[in-house]
């Protein structure tokens, strides 16, 4: 079966507060790969939902800070329980999630992020900056270590295995339904 990867929803974790382009950059790459693959993105820093008004990039980020800086706590968490509940939230409704690490940042929401994904027993595939070998012992623990890459073109060759039938994905992660009961016949 081709096409394995069209209709899945993938979440994209990875560094924002700390990074440099509040992590837009590598998710738009990324959305542009897998689109390609009909695969529907839930990103962070592009939430789908209205149902939160904040948003942690940009202005919004730049609040936060000066929240932080003026110690207005109570404030800041809770602008940052909404934002958390809905990242927590496409990280369970999504049906595999990469994770971006760049262990030269503090990543405290991804790491989170990435620890859900896998106790929910989804496909988790982590891309680092810096190669598996800076990756933390802890995460080789956790995960199988073939679901780690070196770059964003390993994985996509991966996932693209995945999609064309030429791997066979880990099926004590993946699940593939034929059909989702929206066709059915009466």
């Known amino acids: 079966m081709k096409n394995k990867l069209k209709g899945l929803r993938c979440y994209l974790a990875g560094p924002i507060d700390h990074a440099e382009d509040d992590g837009v950059g590598w998710r738009q790459e990324a959305s542009k790969w897998l689109r390609n693959r009909g695969v529907v993105i839930m990103d962070p820093t592009d939430k789908p939902t209205s149902q939160t008004q904040f948003k942690e990039i940009d202005e919004e980020k730049e609040k936060l800070i ?15 329980k909404e934002i958390v509940l809905a990242d927590l939230r496409m990280v369970e409704v999504s049906d595999m999630n990469i ?20 106790r929910q027993r989804k496909p988790t595939f982590v891309v680092s900056a810096q190669g598996k070998e800076s990756l933390s012992v802890w995460l080789f623990g956790r995960m199988n270590p073939n679901f780690m890459f070196e770059s964003f073109e390993e994985l996509y060759s991966y ?3 995945i999609d064309t039938g030429l791997i066979q994905p880990d099926t004590t992660r993946w699940v593939f339904f034929d059909r989702m009961g929206i066709d059915s016949e009466e």
């Open 66 to 80: 000066e929240l932080k800086k003026l110690g207005r706590w109570s404030e800041l968490r809770a602008y940052m």
């Open 99 to 118: 994770v971006y690490i760049d262990t030269d940042l503090h990543l405290c929401g991804t790491y989170e992020e990435l620890f859900v994904s896998l």
């Open 159 to 161: 996932l693209n295995g």
